[in-house]
């Protein structure tokens, strides 16, 4: 049972709108989250992610590792995009391979290739938390990067604080509000005791002032 009514993400949805500021890009519409009687030493710590209604990002910084057909379908989407070869050069070497990596925000991978990138690439993605997701021709890759922008994910780590897009400012205020009611009920389902784990959530736009929606 949620805690906030529909009268509550209105106002808030509308606060956040009204006041900001016309950019040169579209603001992401961020969810702030604090957490109270967790441990992240003791407790387990949770993860998991959904896919909301509408898309929450506009954009997101994806590489494709792929066969042809998805090379192909990548460039047509103006997607950057390696083959198999063209890891090769890296030569395994971990430095250069993170400076790659981290332009990204994700990594895709063909299936017929993604076992064979710890051939070519060694363990350095694997570490820093950076292993492709695997794509297949199933599924279109439009399709699955419009899946990526409509998805968050929580993972509690080191902090009890995080911060997941929810929506863009292109949204409707009913779309807006529908993605934050699917994104909180979904964070109270993973967490322990709750609503009671929950001591603050915030709403804002990319650079817009933050407003308490809870808490």
């Known amino acids: 049972m ?13 606060f956040i ?14 969810l702030q989250i604090g957490l109270k009687d967790y441990d992240p030493k003791k407790d387990k710590r949770f993860s998991g992610s959904i896919r909301l209604s509408n898309l929450c990002k506009t954009q997101v910084r994806i590489c494709v590792i792929g066969d042809v057909g998805h090379l192909e379908e990548a460039e047509a989407l103006g997607i950057d995009c390696m083959s198999l070869d063209a890891l090769k050069k890296f030569n ?12 990204y925000q994700l990594l895709l991978a063909t299936d017929v290739l993604s076992r064979k990138i710890p051939r070519v690439l060694g363990p350095t993605l694997t570490k820093i938390g950076m ?12 399709d699955k990067v419009d899946e990526i922008k409509s998805s968050v994910k929580f993972q509690l780590k080191k902090v009890l604080c995080m911060s997941v897009a929810v929506g863009n ?3 409707t205020t009913k779309q807006i509000e529908e993605n934050l ?4 009920n979904f964070l109270v389902s993973l967490l322990k005791k709750g609503w009671n784990n ?11 002032k933050p407003y308490k929606l809870f808490g």
């Open 131 to 142: 292993y492709p997701q695997v794509i297949t021709h199933n599924q279109p890759l439009k």
């Open 17 to 30: 709108m009204e006041n900001r500021k016309k950019r040169n890009f579209t603001e992401t519409i961020e």
């Open 92 to 103: 395994k070497d971990k430095k250069v391979i993170k400076k790659w990596a981290k332009k």
């Open 169 to 171: 400012e292109a949204l």
């Open 2 to 14: 949620s805690k906030i009514s529909i009268e509550e993400f209105s106002e808030a949805i509308n």
């Open 198 to 208: 929950i001591k603050s959530l915030n709403i804002k736009t990319t650079m817009g």
């Open 181 to 184: 009611v699917s994104t909180i």
